[in-house]
C-alpha cells in the first residue's frame, strides 16, 4: 500500500491483508506464522556454552591456579623433567579441569532455568481465530489477526484500530508521552506522527480504560518497538541483596587471607632457602591456600540455588520474575490476598435470583449451564416469565465475558450471569444478533457500575445497567413488578436493600439490574449522567463463588508457620466475614479485639496513625479499592512486617510494587499487573502462594547449609599451614593435597546441599528476621569445626613425623618416606572429617542423628560423599600428591575415628549460642 495504514479506511487495511472482522481461519493464521515469522523483538545474543565454560578461568583464583600449573611445570623441568616430576601440575591440571566442569554445569543450569522461567511468563493475547475469542501466546500472532483489547492488557503487536469503546492507552514507553492517549477509529493524515496516531495502538503500550478491537498490520521486528530494537524482558536476571552481601564479604576476606598466604610465603622461603626449586613449591602452595581458604564460589552458588529453587517452583505453579523475591518469600510474616479466584475456585455460580417480589433459587454448579430455577422448590416456567427473562436478558447484554460451553473467556461474574440464562435458554450471541451494542460506559472500581447501550431489531434503543444494588438502585426512578413499571418509592427500595442484605448475609455476591428506554442516542456524544439516572430496577442476583478446599489447608499451614492471612475482596462486608470464617482466616468473630473486619469506607475515615494502632489486628477487609492496598502494604510494613500482595487489576500495580513480594495473577492478572509482580501464580491459587512460601523457606535453607558447609571447611588449612609455617616445621599438607581437600572433596557434597530437601517442619517454624545474617546462630559451631580440624589434623601429622621411632631428615629415604605416611594420615583425616560433618550441615536444630529417614533423602549429597571417598582412597594408592598406602590398620583407624568428630559437632548444642556479631 501507498498509504501508511493509519491514513486508510478500515475496509482498505482488511482487504490488504485479507482479513475480516470474524479473524482468521487456524490454518491461515498457522501459514502467516510461517511467513512472517514469530512476533517477537530480537533479544541480545545468548551466551553460548562455550563461553560459559571459558568464563569459569576469568576469575582471579582460576588465574593464580593456572600460574600455579606453569611453575609447577617449571619444577617439573628443573628436576629432570621425567613423568613423575610433573605429577603435581597434572594434578592441580585435572582440579581446575574439575572445577571448571562443574562451574559450567552450574552456570548452565542457571541459564537453562532462567530461560524455562522465561517461557512460562510469556505474555499472552486474545485474537478472534475461526470466528472465535481465544488466548494465545503473544508470540504467535501474524498481520491480520484481530486483538480484542480491555483494560489493564498490554498491546501485543502494532495494529489498526476499528472498534473503539472509551479506549485509553499509556504510550509512554514508545512516545515518552505520561497523559492517557485517547483512541478513535476515524482515519487520520499519512503524515502524522507516532505519537498522534489516534487510530493505532503499538506493542509494548498498555490499554488503561476502555475496550477495542484492532486488526494487526506489524509483528515483531516490523512494529515501531522494532525499529528501535527496545525490548521488556519478562525475567529480570539480577544482582540479589543476598549475593551482593557474600560478594562483598568474600572480597574483604580475600584480602585478609591472601596477605596472610604472601607471609607464609615469605616465612617458608626465609625457612627453606632461596633455590629456585624451593620458591616455586612455596609459592604454589601459597596460591593453594588463597584458593582454598577464600569462598569465591559463595555468591555464584547463591544465584545458582536460587534459579534450580525457581525452576521447581516454576514446577508447582509459582513463576519466579525476580529471584531475589525468592529470599523475601522466606521471611514473609502477611499474605495480603484477593479472594475472588485465589482463595476460591473463580467460577462465580448464581444461586439466588429476587425479581417482581419473588425470590427464586437456581440450582447448578460453576460453568455448566444445566440448572433448575425453583419458586418454593417449585420449578419455574422461564418461558412465561417475562420479568425472569428481561433480568436474565439485560444482565447478559451487559456483560464483555464470553462462554463457550465449558470456559468463560472474561470476568467470573460475567460468566455466571451468562451461564445463568444459558440455563434458561437465553444465549449470549442470539442476544447480541437481536441487540446489537453501540456503546459502553465501563465498569471502574470507582463507579461499581457498567451501562451499555444497544439498538433492538425494530429500531429502538435500550441501556442496561449491572453493579452493586445500593449504587444501581440510586440510579433508579421506577421498578419493574409482575411485567408493569411503577414509581420506587422508599417502602419497595428498603424492600430490597433487605433482600440484598439477606442474600449477603448468606455469602452471596449481589449485583443489581435495571434498564431504560432511550428516545435517541448520539453514539459519538452524549451525557453519561442522563444516561445513568431514571432507569428502572429489574432485580437482583445473587451468585457465590464457593472457597477452595485446597486454600482452607493452606490458611491453616500458614498460621502454623507463623504467617498471618489477610482476605482482601471489593465484596460485601458480611460475604466476606462468612467466606472468611469458612476459610479459617477469621477465627474469634467481627468485634473481638483479636481479629477485625474493615471496609474501604471505615479505612477511608481513619488518619494514618490510627490506621497503623489497629492494623495487625486487621484479618479481613470488605469493599476495598485497589489503592486502599497501597495504603495497607505501608501501614504493615512500618509495623516491621515482610509482606506479600496479591494483585489482578491495573490499579493493583503500585501495591505489588510496594510490597516486598508482589504476587500476580496468571489467569485473571493483566499483563500490567504481571509486569508489577514478583511471583506470577499460573493457577490463581492461594495454595500455590503458601507453596511459594515453603519453596522460599527451602531455598533460602539451602543458602544457608552451604554457607555453613564451606565456611566451617574453609580456613583450617590456612591456620594450619601458617602455624606450622612459623614453628620452622614441615607443612602437614602439599598444594594439591590443599586444592584437592576445597575443590574436589567439599565441591560435590556443597553442590549436593543446594538441592536438599526441606525439612518438614519448615512451615511449623516462625518466619526469619530478614536482617538476620546468613550464618546467623552457626558461628559457634563454625568455630569448634575449625579448632577440631586444626587440633586434630595437626596434632595426628606432628604425632606421626616428629613423635613415632623413625628419621626425620629428608635427605633420607627413612625420612621422606615417614613423612609421606604422616601427609598421607593428615590429608586423609582431614577429607573424611569434612565428609562427616556435611551430614551435620543439613539442619540447624537437628544432628544426623535425630533426623531419622531424613538423614539419607538427599540421594545428590550420598552420592556425592561416596564418591568423594573413594575418589579420595584413590588418591594414596596410586600415590598422587606426595601419599602413600598405608599398610598399617591401625594408623588406618586411627585417621578415621579421628575424623568422625565431625559427626559430633550437634546442631543443637551450638545453635544460637553468640560469641560476636556476624552478617
Not at 482515519?187 to 489516534?198: G, L, Q
Not at 495487625?616 to 479499592?625: C, D, K
Not at 543458602?703 to 566451617?712: D, E, V
Request: glycine share 8%.
Amino acid at each position: 500500500m501507498s498509504k501508511p495504514w493509519h491514513a486508510l479506511e478500515i475496509q482498505e487495511v482488511m482487504e490488504a491483508f485479507e482479513t475480516s472482522p470474524k479473524g482468521l481461519t487456524s490454518a491461515e493464521a498457522s501459514k502467516r506464522l510461517q511467513k512472517y515469522g514469530y512476533n517477537e523483538l530480537v533479544e541480545r545474543k545468548r551466551i553460548t556454552p562455550l563461553q560459559i565454560f571459558l568464563n569459569q578461568f576469568k576469575d582471579v583464583f582460576m588465574i593464580m591456579l593456572l600460574i600455579a600449573i606453569v611453575f609447577a611445570v617449571a619444577v617439573g623441568w628443573f628436576k629432570g623433567g621425567e613423568f613423575e616430576e610433573y605429577i603435581d601440575a597434572i594434578t592441580i591440571g585435572a582440579i581446575v579441569a574439575l572445577n571448571a566442569v562443574v562451574g559450567f554445569v552450574q552456570e548452565y543450569r542457571s541459564e537453562k532455568a532462567i530461560e524455562a522461567m522465561k517461557k512460562l511468563a510469556a505474555p499472552r493475547a486474545r485474537v478472534l481465530r475461526d470466528g472465535k475469542e481465544t488466548v494465545i501466546s503473544a508470540r504467535e500472532i501474524v498481520p491480520g489477526d484481530i486483538i480484542v483489547l480491555e483494560a489493564g492488557d498490554r498491546v501485543p503487536a502494532d495494529a489498526r484500530l476499528f472498534e473503539v469503546v472509551d479506549l485509553k492507552t499509556e504510550e509512554a514507553a514508545l512516545t515518552g508521552e505520561s497523559t492517557p492517549v485517547d483512541k478513535s477509529t476515524s482515519v487520520i493524515d499519512e503524515k502524522t506522527p507516532v505519537s498522534d496516531r489516534r487510530n493505532m495502538v503499538f506493542m509494548g503500550t498498555h490499554t488503561i480504560y476502555g475496550r477495542g478491537k484492532a486488526v494487526v498490520v506489524a509483528t515483531g521486528m516490523s512494529t515501531e518497538f522494532g525499529k528501535i530494537a527496545e525490548m521488556v524482558q519478562t525475567v529480570e536476571e539480577e544482582e540479589t541483596p543476598l549475593k551482593q552481601k557474600l560478594e562483598r564479604f568474600a572480597k574483604k576476606l580475600a584480602t585478609i587471607i591472601v596477605i596472610a598466604c604472601f607471609i607464609i610465603f615469605i616465612l617458608e622461603v626465609i625457612r627453606e632457602g632461596t633455590r629456585l626449586e624451593n620458591v616455586l613449591r612455596m609459592f604454589m602452595t601459597a596460591v593453594a591456600l588463597a584458593v582454598s581458604a577464600v569462598p569465591e564460589g559463595l555468591p555464584a552458588v547463591v544465584t545458582v540455588c536460587l534459579a534450580l529453587g525457581a525452576r521447581e517452583l516454576a514446577k508447582k505453579n509459582a513463576i519466579l520474575r525476580r529471584l531475589s523475591s525468592a529470599e523475601a518469600l522466606g521471611a514473609t510474616t502477611v499474605i495480603c490476598s484477593d479472594k475472588t479466584g485465589t482463595l476460591t475456585k473463580g467460577e462465580m455460580t448464581v444461586r439466588k435470583i429476587y425479581v417482581g417480589s419473588k425470590l427464586i433459587d437456581v440450582t447448578g454448579v460453576g460453568y455448566d449451564a444445566k440448572g433448575e430455577f425453583l419458586l418454593n422448590g417449585e420449578p419455574v416456567d422461564v418461558k412465561s416469565d417475562d420479568d425472569l427473562r428481561l433480568l436474565l436478558g439485560a444482565a447478559t447484554l451487559c456483560t464483555n465475558a464470553y462462554y463457550d460451553g465449558k470456559n468463560v473467556i472474561g470476568d467470573t461474574t460475567e460468566g455466571a450471569l451468562i451461564v445463568a440464562a444459558a440455563k434458561a435458554g437465553i444465549l449470549k450471541e442470539n442476544l447480541e444478533k437481536m441487540y446489537p451494542r453501540i456503546h459502553e460506559v465501563p465498569f471502574t472500581s470507582e463507579r461499581k457500575r457498567m451501562t451499555t447501550i444497544h439498538k433492538s431489531s425494530n429500531g429502538k434503543f435500550f441501556a442496561y445497567m449491572k453493579g452493586a444494588p445500593e449504587v444501581v438502585l440510586n440510579r433508579c426512578t421506577h421498578v419493574l413488578t409482575d411485567g408493569k413499571i411503577i414509581t420506587l418509592n422508599g417502602k419497595r427500595k428498603r424492600e430490597i436493600l433487605e433482600v440484598n442484605e439477606k442474600m449477603a448475609k448468606d455469602a452471596l455476591r449481589v449485583l443489581g439490574v435495571a434498564f431504560k428506554e432511550l428516545d435517541r442516542i448520539n453514539p459519538d456524544k452524549f451525557d453519561v449522567d442522563e444516561l445513568e439516572s431514571n432507569l428502572v430496577f429489574v432485580g437482583l442476583l445473587g451468585m457465590i463463588d464457593p472457597p477452595r478446599e485446597e486454600a482452607k489447608l493452606a490458611v491453616k499451614k500458614c498460621d502454623e508457620a507463623g504467617i498471618k492471612t489477610i482476605m482482601i475482596t471489593g465484596d460485601h462486608k458480611l460475604t466476606a466475614v462468612a467466606v472468611a470464617k469458612d476459610l479459617g482466616i477469621l477465627k474469634t468473630g467481627e468485634g473481638d479485639n483479636s481479629d477485625l473486619v474493615l471496609t474501604g469506607a471505615e479505612l477511608d475515615a481513619m488518619s494514618d496513625e490510627e490506621f497503623e494502632k489497629i492494623v495487625e489486628q486487621v484479618v479481613v477487609y470488605a469493599r476495598v479499592s485497589p489503592e486502599h492496598k497501597l495504603r495497607i502494604v505501608k501501614a504493615l510494613k512500618k509495623r516491621g512486617h515482610i509482606v506479600a500482595m496479591t494483585g489482578d487489576g491495573v490499579n493493583d500495580a503500585p501495591a505489588l510494587k510496594q510490597s516486598d513480594v508482589g504476587i500476580a495473577m496468571g489467569i485473571t492478572g493483566t499483563d500490567v499487573t504481571r509486569e508489577a509482580a514478583d511471583i506470577v501464580l499460573a493457577d490463581d491459587n492461594f495454595a500455590t502462594i503458601v507453596t511459594a512460601v515453603e519453596g522460599g523457606r527451602g531455598i533460602y535453607d539451602n543458602i544457608r547449609k552451604f554457607s555453613f558447609f564451606l565456611m566451617r571447611c574453609n580456613f583450617d588449612e590456612l591456620a594450619l599451614i601458617g602455624t606450622f609455617a612459623l614453628l620452622g616445621l614441615e607443612l602437614p599438607l602439599t598444594a594439591p593435597m590443599i586444592l584437592w581437600l576445597n575443590l574436589v572433596t567439599d565441591g560435590g557434597p556443597a553442590l549436593a546441599l543446594t538441592m536438599d530437601p526441606p525439612e518438614k517442619d519448615i512451615m511449623k517454624r516462625p518466619p526469619r528476621n530478614p536482617k538476620e545474617g546468613i550464618l546467623h546462630g552457626r558461628l559457634a559451631s563454625i568455630i569448634v569445626t575449625f579448632i577440631l580440624q586444626f587440633a586434630l589434623t595437626g596434632g595426628l601429622f606432628y604425632w606421626r613425623f616428629y613423635m613415632l621411632p623413625g628419621s626425620t631428615d629428608l635427605n633420607t629415604l627413612e625420612g621422606q618416606l615417614k613423612l609421606a605416611q604422616a601427609r598421607t594420615m593428615a590429608f586423609i583425616r582431614a577429607t573424611l572429617q569434612e565428609l562427616f560433618v556435611v551430614w551435620n550441615c543439613r539442619s540447624e536444630r537437628r544432628s544426623v542423628w535425630r533426623m531419622g529417614r531424613e538423614a539419607f533423602n538427599n540421594r545428590f549429597l550420598i552420592i556425592a560423599v561416596v564418591v568423594s571417598v573413594a575418589a579420595t582412597l584413590l588418591v594414596p594408592y596410586f600415590g598422587l600428591m606426595g601419599t602413600v598406602w598405608l599398610y598399617d590398620p591401625i594408623e588406618w583407624a586411627i585417621a578415621i575415628l579421628a575424623s568422625m568428630s565431625g559427626l559430633f559437632i550437634l546442631p543443637e548444642v551450638f545453635y544460637g549460642r553468640k560469641i560476636w556479631k556476624w552478617t
